[in-house]
């Protein structure tokens, strides 16, 4: 399995951005996709997660109600749509995907790339 993350760039505060990860190879249905952050010098972030199977989310505590994960199983792809944005979700945002319903980076087996989001102030 590899997975593409795609969408980020520089916002203002308040704006939007929408991220993409876009899988390609076998995804078993029972399995997560989830997004997380970093910024240098520290751990990577839970920011959501989706179950491809039962559509069920679960999000960060930093970014409920702003952001908003989603998913298209024909085209193995999920999505990140984000709101009102802040300068301190400024990161490289990952997507991942595992087997567990989890809020752990550890626990997932395959990462994507990166991209880059910038919220200016």
């Known amino acids: 399995v590899q997975l593409q993350a795609s969408g980020g760039g520089l916002v203002q505060t308040g704006g939007s951005l929408r991220l993409s990860c876009a899988a390609s190879?076998?995804?078993?249905?029972?399995?997560?996709t989830g997004w997380f952050r970093q910024v240098p010098g520290k751990e990577r972030e839970f920011v959501a997660l989706?179950?491809?199977?039962?559509?069920?989310?679960y999000y960060g505590d930093s970014v409920k109600g702003r952001f908003s994960i989603s998913k298209d199983n024909a085209k193995k792809m999920v999505a990140l749509q984000m709101n009102s944005l802040k300068p301190e979700d400024t990161a490289v945002y990952f997507c991942?995907?595992?087997?567990?319903?989890?809020?752990?980076?550890?626990?997932?087996?395959?990462w994507g790339q990166g991209t880059q989001v910038t919220v200016s102030s």
């Open positions: 989706i179950r491809w199977s039962s559509g069920s989310t």
């Open positions: 991942a995907l595992g087997p567990k319903f989890s809020n752990i980076a550890s626990d997932y087996e395959y």
């Open positions: 190879g076998p995804i078993y249905t029972n399995y997560i």
